[in-house]
C-alpha cells in the first residue's frame, strides 16, 4: 500500500509540477559504465555515443589498442561514471547500431564531448548531419594541439602525403581505395596529419586505423 501511495504522488508531481520541474525529472540519468572514451552506458541499459568527437579504441579480438585509448577511457570514467547527466540531441536520435547519439552534460552544464576535446583525449569528427556543434569543438581541438594537451603532447612527426575529402571531413593514405573515389573537387592534400587534424579532418577509419602518427607515451591518464 505504501509503495502505492508513493506511486501516485510521484505522478501527481509530474502531472501538477511546474513544466521546467517535469523536464529536470526526465533527463536524471545516471552513467554506470563507460565503454570507452566516447561511449557510455546509461543505468536503464541504453549506450550513448557522443557526437562530433572520437576517442582512440581500446583493443578487440583483431587490432591492440590504440594510443592513448586506455588513458581517455579513464578520463571519461571520472568525469561521468555514477553521475548524474544531461542528454541533447541533434537532427539523428540514433545511429546504425542503435546507440542513442547525444552531447553530454555533467553537473548542469559541463559539456563533456567538449571537454574530452579539450583535453585531449579525442579528435573531433565530423558527421554530417549531427554538426551542431562543430565549429565549437574544431577550436577546442586546435587549443588543444597548440598546447600539446593529451594525445598531442609528442605527437611523432610522419612523412607522406595524405588526402582528404573536404565533403566528409575525412582524410586517407594516398593509396587508399576509399579515397581515391573522392572527386576532384572534393579533395585536398596534406603533407602531414597534423595539418589535417588541424583543420578538422579525422583519420579514415579503413586505412588510418592503426597508421595514426600518435604519441608514444605511457598510456595512463594523469
Not at 12 to 40: E, H, K, R, Y
Not at 158 to 182: I, M
Request: net charge positive; charged share 25%; proline share 4%.
Amino acid at each position: 500500500m505504501t509503495k502505492l501511495i508513493s506511486i501516485f504522488l510521484f505522478a501527481a508531481c509530474l502531472v501538477f509540477a511546474p513544466a521546467d520541474l517535469v523536464t529536470a525529472l526526465q533527463n536524471q540519468l545516471v552513467v554506470s559504465w563507460v565503454d570507452d572514451g566516447d561511449t557510455i552506458v546509461l543505468k536503464d541499459g541504453r549506450r550513448v555515443r557522443y557526437i562530433g568527437i572520437d576517442a582512440p579504441e581500446l583493443a578487440n579480438d583483431i587490432h591492440p589498442d590504440q594510443p592513448y585509448a586506455r588513458a581517455a577511457r579513464k578520463f571519461n570514467e571520472r568525469l561521468v561514471r555514477s553521475k548524474n547527466v544531461r542528454l541533447e540531441f541533434d537532427r539523428e536520435r540514433t545511429d546504425q547500431y542503435g546507440r542513442l547519439l547525444a552531447y553530454l552534460y555533467v553537473e548542469k552544464d559541463r559539456f563533456v564531448n567538449q571537454i574530452m576535446v579539450s583535453q585531449g583525449y579525442a579528435w573531433v569528427l565530423f558527421r554530417y548531419p549531427n554538426d551542431k556543434y562543430h565549429e565549437l569543438l574544431l577550436k577546442a581541438q586546435q587549443k588543444a594541439m597548440s598546447a600539446r594537451r593529451g594525445l598531442w603532447q609528442n605527437w611523432q612527426k610522419d612523412a607522406g602525403g595524405y588526402l582528404g575529402n573536404t565533403r566528409s571531413k575525412r582524410f586517407h593514405l594516398e593509396s587508399c581505395p576509399f579515397g581515391r573515389h573522392t572527386t576532384s573537387r572534393n579533395r585536398i592534400y596534406f603533407n602531414r596529419q597534423w595539418d589535417a587534424f588541424r583543420q578538422g579532418y579525422a583519420p579514415c577509419s579503413k586505412c588510418l586505423k592503426l597508421k595514426i602518427a600518435c604519441c608514444r607515451i605511457a598510456d595512463t591518464a594523469p
